[in-house]
């Protein structure tokens, strides 16, 4: 099932966020990694949600088992001459594929199971649309990771078998987030982490050999990717998934609930959005561009319903124009569920979206139409102008009704209409009379789903709301009204507040890199390339030394003098200093190298050095020669992301653009424990 390279999922680069939208407190560079303090749920908790994890996993499982038996069913068949094989194998072919369809049909249902994530709440409210977690088999890096260390950068590997631990670990626990804010920071800690893997260890010429296996959130069908675009983009997707559940569990019965869900929503728009936008070749349908743009636009729809139930709870009064913009919020709101209904029936997303999905929309479209006739007959029939209002307040309530219709009712201009009970009755029949049409027809789609008619919840919103309809038109019907009833015209949907996209703040959970002591970024990374260690022994003359040191962590010799000691020992310009007297420096300060050189007894003083040869990304001695002009550049690389609106490409250049910026200085790799080297005359020195 491993998809070829050329169509493996990649990750455009983005331009970073600028300095000055950025500010945060980094970790100490070089500093004591301590290891994540976040964990993941209880794996074999039995709570309804865990359970419901439990059941998804072991049915993907089962998926996963039966499309390879089809894999092999098919090449058998399409091998074979033997017509009795053949046959043999046709037979076991429509055995499978009929277990495949039971099981996804059981996915779908368990999929659907929305009343699991729901508020506990007794107050009762529509229920929301969340998405479960994608699965993920475990994955063990040590032998790849142990190999890589020994192999490019020359170490012992077993020195390191406390960090790979802690990287299993951490990958083990994302798995089970919570559905709170610590779940949140669980799966951004290791998205986070991924950059610092990807920097390590995944040269862009090869490959580390770790298969990262995903299964679909909808259908269960597995994926298989030894790319690390695969891994970072399925966690992004469980980061907006889970922010889905958080959203739909808020209890939306207060201000304060409401707008947690918005912000909920919003956020879980702004994760698939940022997905949306900058991967490519996704392997699984749920990360293509069709369904991801279905669920963008499903999440703003559930985030219009949020605004319109605060508009209900902040609207005390039964003034005319607070009824009239209560009846346009919930005509946007069916506008935008409307719009998503047209997304889920497009060909890529039609056979893939649940079922129960796409009816639990098209009923939220015609309820909230309902709701919008029914505010709007509300504000004709029960509210009567006094004389006061009448002088004071007609002229806005003309304005306010004169856009209140796609088109002007038939009949009286708007300004007699106003001021005509009885015309103001017909007309508030009228929309009263298309509300009870439109519940109507919520409830008959609600009854053709199998998996809405369990849902108790929905079924009481939608008799409830239809209920309250009927008992007003009744109010308003007259023995003696043999007038045919108009026919009301469509309301202008209107909203005061349009929802955000939230992008993704990768910068907001702070993270250490697990194998910082391989030394900075800068230098030791999958992308570079030096030569093997060599160690020198100085013996300091009446010259000194004979060489110049400047920057930082690892020290650069920027110049060796001609027939000067460090020449004669081998020491050569643009070698970098890893280790002083056997004690490692990759990370050590301009000053602490310089007190080193000058503590060395008589005998001499030895460094241990290496020589960068290449560098994919163009970290070479030019970058550091110019490092003052660029070190804005690196504030910007350590900072892991930017700002809220700002996209975070120095987490995710996975298809990295090789653009040089003028002026002919070289971007340096960011690393977030990477110093810049300051001014060249506060850090060079000959010693």
Known sequence: MEEPATRQLEMSLSDPASDDEMSTTLPKEGGSHSGSIRKGCDPFAQTQRSKLQHRRARINQQINKEMRMRAGAENLF?????????????????????????????????????????????????????????????????????????????????????????????????????????GLELLMEYYNQLYYLDQRFFPPNRNLGVHFHWYDSLTGVPSCQRALAFEKGSVLFNIGALYTQIG???????????????????????????????????????????????????????????????VILSTQDTHFTSQLRLAQEAARVSDVYSLVQQTMSQPLVKDYVPFSWASMVQVKSEHFRALSHYYAAVALCDHAQSSEEVEEGDEEADKVFFQFHVSAPAGSPICQLLRDPEERRKLGKAHLRRAVIRHEEAMRIHSLCKILRKMDILQDVLSLMHKRS??????????????????????????????????????????????????????????????????????????????????????????????????????????????????????????????????????????????????????????????????????????????????????????????????????RLGSTFSLSFGSLRDTEAMY
Request: include cysteine.
């Open 470 to 667: 009927l008992d007003k038109y009744s109010e308003l019907d007259r023995e003696d009204d043999f007038d045919e009833t108009a026919e009301a015209p469509e309301i202008q949907s209107l909203t005061h507040q349009k929802p955000d996209v939230t992008p993704p703040n990768f910068a907001k959970v702070q993270v250490t890199d697990i194998f910082q002591r391989l030394g900075p970024l800068s230098v030791f990374c999958a992308r570079a390339r030096w030569g093997p260690v060599r160690v020198i022994c100085l013996q300091r003359r009446e010259g000194g030394l004979g060489l110049t040191l400047r920057g930082d962590s690892p020290v650069l010799v920027a110049g060796v003098v001609p027939g000067g000691c460090a020449a004669e020992a081998g020491l050569r310009e643009g070698d970098y200093i890893v280790a002083v007297d056997g004690q490692d420096c990759k990370w050590a300060k301009h000053g602490e190298v310089v007190h080193m050189l000058k503590s060395c007894s008589d005998r001499g003083v030895e460094l241990s050095v290496v020589t960068l040869h290449s560098h994919d990304t163009q970290v070479d001695r030019r970058s550091v020669m110019h490092s003052h002009s660029s070190e804005k550049e690196n504030t910007r690389q350590r900072l892991l992301g930017g700002a809220k609106g700002q996209s975070s490409a120095s987490l995710l250049n996975w298809n990295r653009k090789k653009k040089r910026e003028g002026g002919g200085v070289s971007k």
């Open 248 to 310: 739909a569990r808020q209890d939306r019965s207060a201000t304060a609930g409401i707008d947690r869900a918005i912000d909920a929503f919003q956020r879980a728009a702004g994760a698939f959005n940022y997905l949306k936008e900058n991967f490519s070749n996704a392997p699984s349908l749920d990360m293509s561009g069709p369904s991801l743009c279905m669920l963008v636009r499903l999440m703003v729809a559930q985030v219009q319903e949020c605004v319109f139930e605060r």
């Open 78 to 182: 399409r091998a074979t001459t033997n017509n009795k094989v053949k046959e043999t194998v046709a037979l076991e072919l429509s055995f499978v594929n009929s277990n495949l369809q039971l099981l996804k049909e059981e996915l779908e249902e368990l999929n659907s199971n929305m009343e699991v994530y729901q508020t506990e709440s007794e107050t009762v409210n529509v229920p929301m649309i969340p998405l479960g977690l994608k699965e993920t088999k475990e994955v063990d890096f040590t032998l790849s990771i142990q190999d890589f260390i020994c192999e490019h950068y020359g170490e012992d590997c077993s020195l390191y078998d406390k960090e790979i631990k802690e990287l299993i670990e951490l990958r083990q626990a994302m798995r089970t987030p919570s559905r709170d804010q610590a």
